[in-house]
């Protein structure tokens, strides 16, 4: 009698996982390819010939937006286009996006899924003018399409456009600054690897626009107790992940109200650890956790920072003008653009000039380091002149975004 033998193939739950992304991603593409197949056969037989503008599906001015965090940058352009009247696709990757809770009658939101599905339609887009905070477009997944005219990426940032990951920024028509310093690496970069020059316009920082007239209206504490706020980067030379305990506890011991704002992609790539600071500290009165969308009810209350090279001290200094202390963090650039300049960011020395530098052996005696920290004429002037290069334009950002794009297309 012959022996039968069964094969079991086992597939771990992550590679399923990948596997049936992959599928998902596969199929929406497919799908699209289809669907502009579909539209390029209607328009031969119906004989028409043209650029961009030929097929029903074209859409003049396109925003794309890949998570509700980046509402605060495109809310401003949002804003003026519906105030001049003029209709704007707003494609975002978040269901629960604020957008839909405006009452636009000119911009026009739709979500468009997430990751690749919402990539597989971007990819066949047929657009006038797209802008987006995305970087490596034409480098991972996000193609650029035949039929989309110009790719603009927005920074939402105001410290180096260098520091997306490497070839972040070249694949782009323009990139709109928030300072007229970050044109020069840009520059640099386009000359080190021989690709065409992109249109550098300096347009200032939508979001800070936005925090600015927000943290107006936050109000001021009746019985404000001395408060520091821990709002460091992500990652293994992040504050929380480099030090965890041996910074909290000691801040926790002082009797100050402490903040902590871990960054939002801690969450999601550093759980346990946050699971495991958190539980450590449930019983003390004294330290919160802030995880709210917006920072700056944690800013306004704050009277110091603690953070290491996340861009949240811009944020806070531009915004509050308040001291800032900084741990270093040995910053590994190789996986980033500013990798291949070989020279200090921007955002690094200008730290050194306006933060206050908070070594590890201070820690244990960290309450006498920050009451000696005072703030000082020297440090106000630094935070001043940082301000006045980095965020140029205050105010103006959603408007000379819009003189952008309607001049590029033509309006």
């Known amino acids: 009698m012959m022996n039968s033998t069964v094969l079991t193939l086992y597939i771990d739950p992550g590679t399923g ?7 998902i991603g596969a199929a929406a593409t497919l799908f699209f390819l289809a669907k502009a197949l579909f539209l390029k056969l209607k328009l031969f037989f119906s004989g028409k010939k043209g650029g961009v503008a030929a097929d029903s599906s074209y859409k003049k001015y396109v925003i794309y937006c890949e998570g509700k965090q980046y509402w605060n940058v495109f809310k401003p352009v949002a804003d003026e286009f519906e105030k001049r009247g003029i209709e704007l696709t707003y494609y975002t990757s978040a269901k629960d996006d604020p957008v839909f809770n405006e009452t636009y009658k000119f911009v026009k939101p ?10 597989a339609k971007l990819n066949m887009l047929s657009a006038g003018f797209v802008l987006m905070t995305t970087p490596g477009l034409q480098v991972y997944q996000l193609k650029r399409s035949k039929r989309v005219a110009h790719y603009s990426h927005v920074l939402h940032m105001p410290n180096d456009a260098t520091t997306y990951r490497l070839f972040g920024l070249d694949y782009f028509d323009s990139v709109l600054l928030t300072g007229d310093y970050q044109k020069d690496d840009i520059r640099a ?22 925090l600015s007239q927000k943290i107006k209206s936050v109000p001021q504490e009746e019985n404000h107790p001395f408060t520091v706020l821990v709002s460091p980067s992500w990652g293994k030379v992040g504050v929380l992940a480099r030090y965890g305990e041996k910074l909290l506890d000691p801040l926790v011991k002082t009797g100050w109200r402490i903040i902590v704002r871990p ?35 944690s800013m306004k209350k704050a009277d110091m920072m603690i953070s290491d ?94 003189d952008y794009m309607i001049q590029k297309t033509g309006d």
């Open 17 to 23: 996982s990948m596997l049936f992304s992959i599928l």
């Open 263 to 297: 960054h939002p992609q801690s969450k999601k790539s550093e759980p346990e650890m946050l699971k495991r600071l958190e539980t450590r500290y449930k019983d003390n009165k004294n330290l919160e956790w802030d995880y709210e969308r917006d920072n700056i009810y």
């Open 309 to 402: 090279f996340s861009g949240i001290i811009f944020d806070y200094t531009f915004l509050c003008d308040k001291p800032v202390m900084y741990v270093s963090a040995d910053m590994d650039l190789m996986p980033y653009d500013a990798y291949d300049l070989n020279k200090q960011l921007w955002q690094f020395a200008v730290l050194e000039k306006m933060g206050i530098k908070l070594d590890e052996k201070d820690f244990d005696n960290i309450k006498e380091v920050i009451q000696n920290a005072s703030d000082s004429p020297e440090l106000a002037a630094q935070r001043k002149i940082a301000k006045e290069t980095a965020w140029m334009h205050i105010g103006e950002a959603g408007k000379r975004i819009a």
């Open 189 to 210: 970069l386009e000359n080190q690897r021989g690709i065409p020059q992109k249109e550098l316009v300096t347009v200032g920082c939508t979001y800070l626009d936005v």
């Open 110 to 119: 739709e979500f468009i899924g997430e990751g690749n599905v919402a990539f």
